[in-house]
């Protein structure tokens, strides 16, 4: 069953993870983690031949062959495996991309132990998961406006063993193909309220940080896939500016005072930014701080992870601890890139 709904943005900073809590949150921690461990097991010859099975298993289920249902799947391959073969079908990690957006959607499954409580999920489940996955994100990606899905990221909300059911959340990271500069004259730092000088033009100084940032993600600087090989993104995680970090020993309000206002453009009058290059580069060695924030954390979960993009927008509502009227606040997201 599919509940949708939008995810980003919802600024309201606290403590706490960026996972729903619930009375079996601990168990979709301990799945989550095992599916990290059999993911830093896994050769890069070993995932390319499990990743191309699986590519073809439901390239076969789309086309009406359906899957052996008594066959089982371990449910944490949802995390690493087909979320990788998801990414490598629909995502687009080296396309230059404006305003990206995230937007979620929940599914149910089914699941069932075995004697030493691991969890699977039936084939022919999976399959049909599968393509209510690629059916969401060709909703949410209107590849006609030439809009591009850098990646999706599948998260284990919930495990429900009294109805031996799963919740999986996939966010859809998309925007419009664009490229990246740094302007010549300013612009006003919130609301989309356009150059300094002309009032015009639907864009702010978060539009050039987001664009800032996303091209210059390590990927796009130095391709990782060479050789004739692809990328399989596989989202690690995932930290807001303005609600939590990812890192539960960096979930204090210190912690942010100290390390993630600094590098965030505020102010209680909407002001203009980017006088200058100097000013602007400024600006983009702040965005880099914010960019590598958790990276050390994410890659201990998953060695090899790296920064993939963020949605980072302005907001004018004074809905902050620090006071100000109008503020930028981001959305930032670490994946591992095997190429196969």
Sequence with gaps: MLVKKKLFPIPIRGGGSNQIVTETSNLSDLIIKKAYADLRDLSDMEFKEKAFEIKEKMAMHKAGKILKSEEEVPITEIFYLYEGVLNHEYGNIYEDIENLQSSSSTFEIDIHPDSLENYFVWASDIGDLYIELANEIEIEVDTNNQEVMLMADLELQEVNISESKATIKMTVYAGLANVWFTPSDPVYGAELAGWCNTGQGNIDGAVFL?????????????????????????????????????????????????NVLPNLWHNNINTCMGYNNNEWYTWYSKMQNLMNLELSYVQTLVPGTQFIGTTFVSKNDGNWDEGSQYYHYGLFVYGNIICI
């Design 210 to 258: 987001q664009a800032y940032a996303n091209a210059h993600a390590p990927h796009k600087l130095n391709n990782p896939c060479t050789g004739g090989t692809q990328p399989f993104t596989i989202g690690v995680g995932v930290y807001q500016t303005y609600t939590s970090m990812y890192d539960p020993q960096k979930q204090t309000p210190n912690y942010w005072v100290n």
